[in-house]
């Protein structure tokens, strides 16, 4: 009995669309005849439901079966009849366009997520229920009327939103600005979208930091650009390797993420972001920096933003909701110099015509109101306490056969395992005993690094999720117990 490939790189569903499609045209299932119920071929096939109805669902985008309430599924007669009728070959027209689909890992994790959502999830870079501020958002949501007309609104973003973005990047970031250099975007991910697409061409050299978040975003790749490391070790990137990628590869941007580093958690030492602003304006070299982590400092007061440094105008800033508050509200800014801001504003337009007013709204009343301040205290003890937990697991579990630098602020821990192991093995090992991580390679590492995001699972996940990824990393390797 054919069974799907769990170590293929292809999704279960598709492996199984493929199956029946082949079943279908051999003539095993003529047309009009049913086909087994989906909790039937679950059960053959030893998958979940759920894959099963995936795989319906792709054979009825393409014409080739037909469900109806109650009468089950049953081949189309359309399609396989006398008079067959052809449907476009849309997986043709899924492999076209010019974007790369997600590195094979990110999909093996969405599928395993989507597939089982009670696996302990260390993979997902967010805030679980737990940390949002869902019950003072559901407040203010029902104490505020929210806008009388729903027009198409500004491109750059909804005005009382970027009014009150400049008195929070002035008290929390030190970022002097006004509401005309700022563009909200769905997410710091729109940011990183629009200047790949509109501010740099085909064929453009930009440096990336490595291991870098910039590494799992074939967006990169799409645009056409050619990518160069700025190796980080434990006090980030050293900007003298910025004049070298310059003088031989004349790169166009450097993209950075300097504060809790996404994955490896580091932070930029204060003299270097010295030297590397001055490497920028020597050079005239724009710096992207990304910094969605910096309020989530644990102790202390978040590092000051290259943005508030810079004199000369060198950086283009991008901030996010997502990893203070909620990543679901999709909101994101960029602090750009007029130009800049107007020039993705217009392309902005002919995307989508900007973001909807309501989450704007929604994210204007939180910022401004009297919950946020207590919202991110309670959010930093959280973190740490889960940070605490995972480590002191982690210890127990595996001893010295995990090495990794203690974070101070972020939802990552990023860890090399010793000795090597196959980190897409291991992967394979983990989702089969119901917990998911991130493979170091996936940020361009080497295998045997991994990235634990601690802010996603909830507190009573983390020691059995890390015993189950112990247990999984020993099937690979002669570590004991
Ligand atoms: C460094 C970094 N930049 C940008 C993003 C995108 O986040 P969002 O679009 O939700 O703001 C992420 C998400 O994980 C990230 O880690």
Redesign the pocket.
Known sequence: MWKPDRQSNKPLYEQIADYLEQRISYGEFPPGSLLPSERKLAEQLGVNRSTIIQAFAELRSFGIIESRTGSGTRVSRTKWGATPKHTPNWKRYAEGGSFLPNPPFMRKIREALTDQPSRIDFAS??LAADLAPMDEIASLMSAHHYTSYLGYDNPQGYVPLRETLVSYLKRYRSIQTSESSILIT?????S?YLITQCLLSPGDAVAIEDPS?CYSLPMFQSAGLRLFRLPVDQHGIRPDDIRTLYKKHRIKMVFL?PNYQ?PTGTVLADERREQLLEVASELALPIVE?D??SLTAYEGNPPAPLKSLDTVGSVLY?G????VAA?GL?I?WMVAPRSIVERLADARQQMDFGLSIIPQQVAAQFLKSSHFEPHLERLRIQLQFKRDLLIDTLRKELHDSVIYDIPHGGLHLWCKLLPDVNDGKLLDEAIRRGVVFVPGSVYGSDSSFVRFTFARAKNDEIEPGISRFAEALRSLTSINS
Do not use: H, T
């Open positions: 870079g967010e769905s997410g710091s991910q729109q990183l978040y993420n996404n990304d969605p982590f991008i996010s909701f997502s990893k990543s999709r994101g």
